[in-house]
């Protein structure tokens, strides 16, 4: 029976937890710097593997040798807890490839003998395909903000972007103004796992861009210097504050929009740009080694999704459109 099955509700679980052990702490904390360190994750994949690790630590409240000890009996018991109070397959396989990946450091450090996950076998997933909006639908969204406005032509300049560079939202938030060559038409990214890829912008993102540039960016910033960020790169697009905009605005922006270009708010979100990018890419004939390239993919089979909503959107058409459809 699931009792708790709200985002909310599971905070206030995870907050009713014991705190975490010093000792635990110390181990994930030295696992994160080794992970850092070698394997070069980026900073949202290290804050993911310390809020999963953190959780499990606090449940088990430093038993029997704490999290470094724990057995698989525990990490069923943990699971188990978490899919009664309403975690999804798809966030408990995230879980476990932390814990994975924890404890493979544990054995290759000498620090236990043996993975307690190694007979775990991850949750059955749903295959989900990418909701991707229609074109009329995308050329709504982004007429939607007021380009007279300040703001407005800034917010017509990021959805403009996200879209003709099929960004990721943290990408996107995070872009340093450095990373434009408006002269050569071309935008540097910094990805998952920090891989770099070139994406060029297109005539009309381009465009918006050198407004936002030229127009709405100084008077954002108001003869104040825009302060650089903790890796000391000055961000791309800015809030009247001076800061870049949070993911969680860049959410709140794209669901205002949707809302006055007539989309269902409830239908969208900011990984939906990035969707339609690929998906509209596809049904014009992009090869699917390019649009890999311009996604930041590391696995082709990750972009080979997309196929699969084209191909749902031929089959659409030839059932409206044949005879014998």
Not at 116 to 122: E, G, I, K, R
Not at 181 to 209: D, I
Not at 299 to 322: D, F, G
């Amino acid at each position: 029976m699931v009792v708790a099955a709200t985002p909310a509700e599971r905070r206030q679980l995870v907050q009713a937890l014991p705190a975490l052990d010093s000792a635990d702490g110390v181990l994930i904390t030295r696992f994160l710097d080794a992970a850092w360190a070698e394997h070069g994750l980026a900073r949202a994949s290290l804050d993911s593997y310390r809020r999963d690790l953190e959780g499990v630590a606090r449940w088990r409240d430093g038993r029997a040798g704490g999290l470094a000890m724990i057995d698989r009996a525990d990490l069923f018991d943990y699971l188990a807890w978490r899919t009664r109070h309403g975690w999804s397959p798809r966030s408990n396989a995230r879980l476990l490839s932390a814990l994975r990946a924890f404890f493979a450091d544990c054995v290759r450090r000498g620090a236990r003998s043996d993975d307690p996950t190694a007979l775990l076998d991850p949750p059955k997933l749903p295959r989900l395909l990418p909701k991707a909006l229609a074109e009329s639908q995308v050329d709504a969204l982004l007429a939607a903000p007021d380009v007279d406005d300040t703001v407005g032509l800034r917010d017509r300049a990021m959805l403009e972007l996200m879209y003709a560079a099929g960004l990721r939202v943290s990408e996107l938030v995070g872009l340093p103004a450095t990373a434009v060559n408006l002269r050569q038409g071309v935008l540097r990214v910094t990805g998952k796992g920090s891989k770099e890829r070139l994406v060029p912008l297109g005539e009309e993102s381009q465009h918006w861009l050198e407004r936002y540039l030229q127009q709405s960016r100084p008077q954002l910033a108001n003869q104040r210097a825009v302060p650089a960020d903790a890796s000391g790169q000055v961000p791309l697009f800015i809030e009247p504050s001076l800061r870049p905009m949070s993911r969680q605005g860049f959410w709140h922006l794209v669901k205002r929009y949707a809302a006055l270009a007539g989309i269902d708010p409830a239908r969208i979100s900011p990984h939906g740009l990035r969707h339609s990018f690929a998906t509209h890419l596809l049904n014009r004939g992009a090869d699917l080694r390019a649009l890999q390239m311009l996604l930041g993919h590391s696995s082709l089979s990750t972009t080979q999704i997309y196929t699969l909503v084209a191909r749902e959107h031929l089959q659409k058409l030839h059932a409206r459109h044949h005879p014998r459809g």
